[in-house]
């Protein structure tokens, strides 16, 4: 239950095994090779060393991946399968994976297929939106009857524009007609922006007609290569619609057809990433015209693998401790328990090297103080019930996986506290039972009712926040023994220790055994004295070490804080009472009828899912803020990176390497 101790590596090889060599390091999955562009700018080594360039492999894998990506959508579009839940990748062998990619051919032909589909789609899909847009711009001309394509005669002159929706159309007529008698204006349509106008005019009286207009906003609007009327031109573009969406739907059909296709596509891509991630990492080792260098880094407990693959290409390699102070990649490592809670601490950050996984400590106090919060029986073992049933159903992974178990413990967490406080979907039972029967029955907590007992539960949360923070320090405190600070470790943490102890007798100690507040005053005293003579002590004068080390004693209040704040596993707790109480009364007040009862499912089932869903939601949240500020503020360093394995990264398809 520790961070993975790391080793660097070194490697020479010649470049005759380099690609047996990358393929065999890529199936262990154990090596993140490191980027080496620092050592073509450094003088020892320029002279020696190049990088020869795999850009063009890797592009042109790129673009595969990028058309296969958009065949993927396309078929996923037109798959009409049920899907899952949650997308998992589908398990293969390896030797399964390596057979089907021997048989590309037709797997490429049926991509090269569906693109063309794809695209004659597309080219359909853009016409008819030219021709839809074309049919809007021509629906307001639909009674205009002169043929689009005339626009003169021997002796007059003829046009369509618009003007603005606000002109006085019979002021625009009554203007044209002082300005000349032989010219019609027929307003052929009105919409909320715009009125369209067909203009006859004599052609020697044209001029004089359009600077009427000009005074009234009018755009001359023109019907290209549009011949006949406007009514006729939309009749034909609604009959070249009704052609496109039928070569559409014949299109749709030939797409759908590739369907089931989808699998060996999907395999298809995964070995284009695969090939793609190889050449990046063949394009970035360093060369010399005969041999490549790698250098990286590797899990201690991985070190006899590697060697046997270096071995066995007669290989030379070096694999050596990282220089002092040097930061490590950061790999976690933890039991069945505690590693679903490792998605907690990744949420915040990742340790740093040189610090410590807080996971193990982390994950009971994550675990109690989520299901204090949300403390229900029911709610409790649907979310358990729930979450264990999608971990046996999905082959999940990575941080959804690790999230789902944590879900698991946490409504266990739940159930016991529901049971502790006598809340099965709050007082949802005894409210039914009154309801229904006239019943006085009552599910008895097995401990307390934090809703009659309020205080005791915030003693309780008290309580669990100096155990809480108490560990914390623990932790600091075995960082700095194993840094070879014991003194430190005493005077930073043991008189902490002593000091609050001593507080928690003098103040309360009296009320559970007689006596020992006199013990804790002494104690104060002395362990108080211990701060103010030690917690200066990198100063270099007396004066300012006496200082320092008074001034430390306010941070006596920064733990008076830190407690406080673990009254949120109080509110919380409450919250859910209440707001299941609520939802008690409200769903009694129809009565004992059969309107009273259907009213009371349905406040029941929506009320308890609203409030399951927010205080669940809640409980998550102010869990991790517990661990984050009070805990995690303690001791813990992050800012690590995260170790990143040169292996296959497939998308679609998990490829399990068969035992030897």
Known sequence: MAIVKMKKISTIGLSSIKSSLI?????????????????????????????????????????????????LNSLEKYDKSKKPMFFTRKSISSKDFENAISELSKTEENVAKVLDMNKSFNELSSEENKIETAILSLKPWASYEIPLELTETKYTSIFTGVVPNIVDVEKLKSDLREKTDRCIANLVGSDKDQHYFSIICLIKEKDDVYEILKQYGFNTVAFKDLKGTAAQNIVQYENNLKEISENKSEVEKNITDYVPYKEQIQLFYDYLVIERDKNKILGNLLNTDST??????????????????????????????????????????????????????????????????????????????FGLMLADV????????????????????????????????????????????????????PAAAR?????DFTVKPLWLNPMEQPMTLLIVSFVFGIIHLFT????????????????????DIGFWYGLIIGLILLLFGNTVIPGSGQIGKWMSIIFALGLVLTQGRAKKNIAGKLISGVLSLYNITSYLSDVLSYSRLLALGLATGVVSSVMSILGSMGGRNVFGILLFVVVMIIGHTFNFAINALGAFVHAARLQYVEFFGKFYEGGGEPFKPFTKKTKYNRIIKEEI
Request: overall charge negative; charged content about 20%; hydrophobic content about 40%.
């Open 23 to 71: 393929k065999e390091l890529m199936d262990l999955g154990v090596v993140e090779i490191s980027a080496q562009d620092s050592k073509l700018t450094d003088p020892e080594w320029i002279s020696y060393v190049k990088k020869d360039g795999n850009e063009v492999e890797v592009l042109d894998c790129d673009a595969k991946i990028s058309k296969i990506n958009e065949v």
């Open 435 to 439: 309801l229904l029967f006239n019943s």
């Open 378 to 429: 029911g709610y409790g073992l649907i979310m358990a019930a729930a979450t264990y049933m999608v971990l046996k159903k999905f082959k999940l992974e990575g941080s959804i996986q690790k999230l789902m178990r944590v879900f698991f413990y946490c409504g266990i967490s739940t159930a016991f506290w529901g049971v502790m406080f006598g809340s099965w979907f709050g007082d949802a039972i």
């Open 472 to 491: 914390g320090m623990a932790v600091k405190a075995h960082i700095l023994i194993r840094d070879g600070n014991p003194l430190d470790a005493l005077f």
């Open 292 to 369: 490549f260098y790698i250098e990286g880094w590797i899990p201690e407990v991985s070190k006899e693998q590697i060697e046997n693959v270096l071995n066995k290409h007669q290989c030379w390699f070096e694999i050596y401790e990282p220089e002092e102070g040097e930061q490590t990649p950061i790999a976690m490592q933890n039991n069945s328990f505690t590693q679903p809670f490792e998605a907690i601490t990744e949420l915040y950050s990742l340790p740093s090297s040189s610090n410590i996984d807080p996971t193990p400590y982390m994950a009971p106090f994550y675990c109690l103080f």
